[in-house]
């Protein structure tokens, strides 16, 4: 069950590399387009997904937060302002997305709050019971080895701090799913191809969506690895889940 993420179809950039090294350099690849690409692909819609997901840990007042898969950071500087806690790290195997976040987040004058570093969710290069809360935006179905990311976050975790994950996931009812499937299909890797230079990303995308272990399946993965009071909550008609566990 540790390898559902491993076994999920990447572009083939350097096919002698692994998942993650090639995942990397292809959000290196796209890094200039990938925050136009987000509002644009999901109508805005995204950043609601994103403050929806962050209410769930706003009565625990975290202090010391760490985002994992952190991109351009936006869930980062999303966070800094709806949590308000002293310290947000964020990481990401990407220094292409890194360096958009750093420019960002220098731009809002957040840089007493918010530190991003190169990182890798299966080797987090923190103490056991560092932080208060951890948060996953669109990026836990890119893990290589998905069951050793999430034992990795729940080490660096306190004790009854908690995981948030926000992730894609895939419609059931008949008509939602019908357009959702032609819109990641086709719809998705073509605008994201014309935009982006790159449409092998965006088919990944749907790809890595299609593979990953949603809802219950999710859940009991989570469960497996040792969070407790997990709970999960799907948001536009299914399209994206909010998962929840506590250490």
Not at 37 to 66: C, E, H, T
Request: proline share 4%.
């Amino acid at each position: 069950m540790g390898n559902y993420a491993h076994d999920t179809v990447v572009p083939d950039l350097q096919s002698n590399l692994p998942k993650k090294e090639q995942v990397a350099h292809m959000f290196d690849e796209i890094a200039p387009r990938y925050d136009f690409l987000n509002r644009f692909l999901s109508a805005g819609i995204d950043i609601g997904w994103r403050k929806k997901a962050l209410q769930f840990l706003k009565k625990d007042r975290p202090v010391k937060v760490l985002d994992v898969a952190t991109g351009t950071a936006d869930l980062a500087i999303l966070s800094a302002n709806m949590l308000a806690p002293q310290q947000i790290v964020g990481i990401d195997i990407s220094e292409g997305m890194l360096e958009i976040g750093r420019k960002k987040v220098k731009e809002l004058k957040l840089e007493g709050c918010i530190q991003l570093y190169k990182g890798d969710s299966e080797q987090l290069a923190y103490e056991d019971a560092s932080f208060d809360a951890t948060t996953v935006a669109f990026g836990v179905r890119n893990f290589q080895q998905l069951e050793k990311g999430l034992s990795e976050i729940l080490r660096v975790l306190k004790p009854g701090g908690k995981l948030m994950v926000l992730e894609f996931s895939k419609p059931t009812a008949p008509i939602i799913k019908q357009f959702y499937s032609l819109y990641m299909n086709f719809i998705t890797p073509q605008l994201g191809g014309i935009f982006s230079k790159s449409k092998n990303a965006y088919q990944y995308l749907n790809d890595s969506v299609q593979q990953f272990p949603e809802g219950k399946n999710f859940i009991s993965i989570m469960e497996k690895v040792g969070y407790r009071h997990t709970f999960y909550k799907r948001l536009s008609f299914g399209i994206c889940t909010i998962y929840l566990g506590e250490k």
